[in-house]
């Protein structure tokens, strides 16, 4: 059961994602076979530090952990995140484990990204933003295709 891996043209192997039965395979390899971050590491291309996180989550919160849809998270979330880290003076790998977080960087890029806009979180809209429409043409005194 290894993870689809794809190769770039420097030779340099990347993933893309890693399916729910994968990241359940490493934790049970972890916790059942006893098998550590270096040997997990080469054999699904996941980074030690990541497969560390992955099975810490997975025993704070559970297997359920990885049926969550993507979250979208408010502003007061994020501020009540932040604020643990900066003011409570909390690690932010342990933060993110609390809240359930999939991985380490949201929240350091929530952090980065509040010290960028000047100390406070900006929420971002998914999607395209809304136009005016333009105004309706009106074929009279215009050509259109039919008539050339």
Not at 6 to 33: C, D
Not at 102 to 128: C, D, H, M, P, Q
Request: proline share 2%; glycine share 10%; with cysteine.
């Amino acid at each position: 059961m290894t993870p689809e891996i794809s190769v770039l043209i420097s030779g340099v192997i990347f993933m893309t994602k890693y399916t729910k039965e994968i990241k359940l395979a490493i934790y049970h390899e972890w916790v059942n076979n006893h098998r550590r971050g270096t040997y997990l590491s080469r054999k699904y291309g996941m980074g030690r530090g990541g497969i560390q996180y992955l099975v810490d989550l997975i025993q704070k919160h559970g297997e359920d952990i990885l049926d969550r849809p993507q979250q979208k998270y408010t502003a007061d979330f994020k501020l009540a995140a932040i604020d643990r880290v900066l003011l409570g003076g909390e690690a932010l790998r342990q933060v993110s484990l609390d809240l359930g977080l999939t991985n380490t960087g949201i929240l350091a890029n929530w952090l980065r990204s509040f010290k960028e806009n000047g100390y406070t979180v900006i929420t971002k809209k998914k999607g395209r933003s809304t136009q005016e429409c333009p105004k309706a043409r009106t074929n009279s005194g215009s050509k259109n295709w039919k008539s050339r």
